[in-house]
């Protein structure tokens, strides 16, 4: 059975702190890894009053040294947002610390406003550099044999696996042309996934990295005891997102028992749409979404985040996930053995 990953975003919840989250972070770190989950990655987001995730390299050494085998890394590094050179020293320390654990996942796009990113100093109307500054990346992890005048200490001749992360094919393209691993953030932009991966799939170029093609498909999973619980706590999520569109960002909301009390109907058509990557529900009932995702996507892994309000919620909803994923993967192996 494919594996199962974690996406999480230090989630500030109403009523509590970033402290308190970041703490939460690294708990559901040590879950997820009992639970057998392959990742952990943390994303990169500024300016958002509900994501504590910002440092996103520093949060990888505090949920990395609270853990012992999983792997650790980001998803993504917004690299506009800074110099290769600086990526490199900073993953080069981590894996110097934490090594054969670490994932380098890099996004184009600023993970904020233009104002924030003109705030983090990086220009934010140049041209579009992000191939390049890849390329630029990649080139300080390998061994010093030019002699080069610049070096990433630590990071020359350091195994990281780089990962391209995107939402259009823009990103598909990239990572088939430079023979790098795919993610693909159909959790909250769906739009372009089955094209993204065919794109990928098909233009893929072997590299030293990347011998095939490997695509990683994330989902929203929020798993209950029952399906009523479920979307319950799935309104979290929805709200979160609403108010993005609104352009007033907050902490995540406790989840409600009706999203139309709170929002007009303009504003909630169309979030069906934004969500469909999503599984929530029952453990059956997630089973047979997650099956039709892999089915569709032919994903070699999943990456999941579960967006839930409450804490010991989340844990709940990984602990029925990799239930979940083992059973798929006994009907896998029972339609092996049967053919």
């Known amino acids: 059975m494919i594996p199962f990953s974690i996406l999480d975003l230090s989630p500030i919840v109403e009523g509590s702190t970033a402290p308190q989250a970041l703490r939460n972070t690294l708990n559901l ?62 993953f080069g320390t981590l894996e110097s610390l934490y090594p054969g654990r670490i994932d380098l996942g890099l996004g184009r796009a600023p993970g904020s406003d233009q104002a924030t990113a003109r705030a983090l100093r990086r220009d934010a109307t140049g041209p579009d550099t992000f191939p390049q500054d890849v390329i630029e990346l990649q080139r300080y992890f390998q061994p010093d044999e030019s002699n080069q005048f610049v070096q990433a200490v630590p990071g020359n001749g350091l195994d990281i696996p780089i990962w391209i992360l995107g939402s259009s094919l823009f990103g598909a393209q990239l990572a088939a042309i430079l023979g790098l691993p795919y993610a693909f953030a159909s959790h909250f932009a769906p739009a372009e996934l089955i094209r993204a991966l065919h794109v990928y799939r098909t233009h893929f170029k072997p590299s030293a990295h ?67 990557c999503s599984a929530v529900g029952s453990p059956k009932t997630i089973q047979r979404q997650l099956a039709s995702i892999i089915d569709q996507t032919q994903a070699n892994e999943l990456i999941l985040t579960a967006p839930i309000y409450d804490h010991e919620a989340r844990k709940h909803s990984l602990t029925l996930t990799a239930q979940v994923r083992d059973a798929l993967a006994t009907q896998q192996s029972e339609r092996l053995e049967l053919s």
Do not use: C
């Open 210 to 276: 990347l011998k095939e093609p490997y695509a990683m498909v994330a989902a929203n999973v929020i798993a209950a005891d029952t399906d009523q619980e479920a979307e319950h706590l799935f309104t979290s999520v929805q709200q979160q997102f609403l108010y993005i569109r609104r352009g007033k960002a907050r902490k995540m909301q406790p989840p409600v028992d009706d999203l139309e009390a709170l929002f007009p109907d303009y504003e909630l058509a169309g979030i069906d749409s934004v969500f469909r």
């Open 29 to 90: 770190a040590q879950h997820a890894e009992a639970l057998g989950y392959n990742r952990f990655w943390l994303a990169e987001h500024h300016n958002m009053p509900g994501i504590a995730s910002a440092a996103t390299s520093v949060v990888i050494g505090h949920v990395a040294g609270g853990t012992k085998t999983i792997r650790v890394g980001s998803g993504g590094i917004m690299l506009p947002n800074h110099s290769p050179l600086v990526i490199a020293e900073q």
